[in-house]
């Protein structure tokens, strides 16, 4: 199984050699923005638009044929992204641009890349760490992107493709329950309180509101010492809640390689629009909305595939409230269940039920065919030879 890694690496760039760079981001941005704009907005193939601008946008703009090629693949992208979502395309900022293997190459020997510009090509040094090395060592990467970071400096975002061992076939599923009250729940009986994060959220939200507040109020100088402050501050929220998801995911999938378990987890694609549409105050909106789950999936796949573990996704629905004993709907209130079904009559912590009935759902997927029986519940005992599906 292959997967495509991109290892951001800072260059070692010279006034000079930068001054080229922001002239080679700012005329591909404008580019891509030309061909945005003038090319119909129904082609979403690259080589379709590429083939109906090629020659205007090297007239205009004076970029390589590579980067030409790049610009047509990145509005094309962006508009299939913009599309999937119901939106419009987004502006292009002059921040980056994109290189292939004509454009672009990595020379191990002294740990540097070469890269075209407008005008001459460059020879840039990395400033790779050991991991960066060990990642690199021996391969020959076709194609990277070259952006500016907010920090005012250039970095080398190299993509690399690895192959993986396919995941082993078994029978074991660790079920993982996504939620707000607690990030992740296991079958096993792992779990991650979230109400640390939820604090520290409500705290930076809190000091953020101030300091916007006095940005645009006192004196001058009080005004800048705000504004200085909040760029300190910016995104160290986001590097907080990715740390925590990376520790969780880091620690699920050791267990799952360790117990030969394949992982499975809910599908939770579109909940925040489905929540957004009932009446909440404006906190517990934004609760919701910073609720990182799909960030944890993705480290959760991304982790599975490294290691050999499969990672399932189910349906969500009725998982948290469906007795993982005998398959009946029950009832939950808050962090409590309670099965309605008489002669089972379970009782526990919701988020453990949860987890079991998604490990459940999983094990009848990786166990098919006749994994359905599973998720079999009893209707009556005059008709125990009948299954209802759930």
Request: charged residues 30%; hydrophobic residues 30%.
């Amino acid at each position: 199984m292959e997967q495509t890694l991109t290892l951001v690496v800072k260059l070692n760039v010279e006034p000079e050699q930068a001054s080229q760079l922001e002239e080679t981001a700012q005329a591909f941005a404008n580019a891509c923005t030309w061909v945005n704009e003038n090319v119909n907005h129904r082609l979403t193939n690259r080589n379709s638009i590429q083939a109906v601008c090629y020659n205007d946008v090297k007239e205009k703009f004076g970029l390589k044929a590579n980067h030409i090629v790049r610009a047509c693949a990145r509005v094309a992208s962006n508009r299939k992204t913009a599309k999937h979502k119901g939106r419009k395309v987004k502006g292009f900022k002059p921040t980056s641009f994109d290189c292939d293997g004509r454009t672009f190459s990595f020379r191990e020997k002294d740990w540097t890349v070469s890269v075209s510009t407008l005008g001459k090509r460059l020879r840039l040094a990395l400033r790779a760490s050991n991991y960066h090395k060990g990642k690199l060592t021996g391969r020959k990467p076709t194609s990277a992107q070259i952006c500016k970071h907010k920090d005012g400096q250039w970095y080398c975002h190299i993509q690399i493709t690895i192959d993986y061992p396919e995941p082993q076939k078994t029978d074991k599923v660790i079920g993982v329950d996504f939620g707000r009250r607690e990030i992740a729940r296991t079958s096993t009986n792992q779990g991650w309180d979230g109400k640390e994060v939820q604090q520290k959220r409500d705290k930076f939200s809190r000091v953020r509101s101030s300091l916007q507040k006095k940005a645009r109020q006192g004196t001058r100088s009080s005004r800048r010492r705000c504004r200085e402050v909040l760029k300190r501050l910016s995104g160290r929220e986001k590097r907080y809640q990715k740390w925590i998801n990376h520790n969780i995911s880091k620690a699920i999938i050791s267990e799952a390689k360790e117990t030969n378990s394949a992982v499975a987890i809910e599908d939770l694609t579109g909940i925040r629009e489905r929540t957004n549409q009932k009446p909440r105050n404006k906190t517990e909106r934004r609760r919701s909305n910073s609720w990182a789950f799909y960030q944890l999936r993705t480290f959760l796949e991304y982790k599975g595939i490294k290691e050999g573990v499969k990672v399932i996704s189910i349906p969500p629905a009725y998982t948290s409230q469906t007795c993982h004993c005998c398959n009946h709907i029950g009832i939950r209130t808050n962090k409590s269940f309670k099965c309605s079904n008489s002669e089972c009559g379970w009782e526990g912590d919701a988020d453990d039920n949860a987890s079991e009935m998604i490990a459940k759902w999983g094990r009848s997927i990786v166990m098919r065919p006749g994994g359905s029986e599973i998720l079999s519940c009893r209707i009556s005992r005059a008709t125990e030879s009948q299954g209802a599906v759930i």
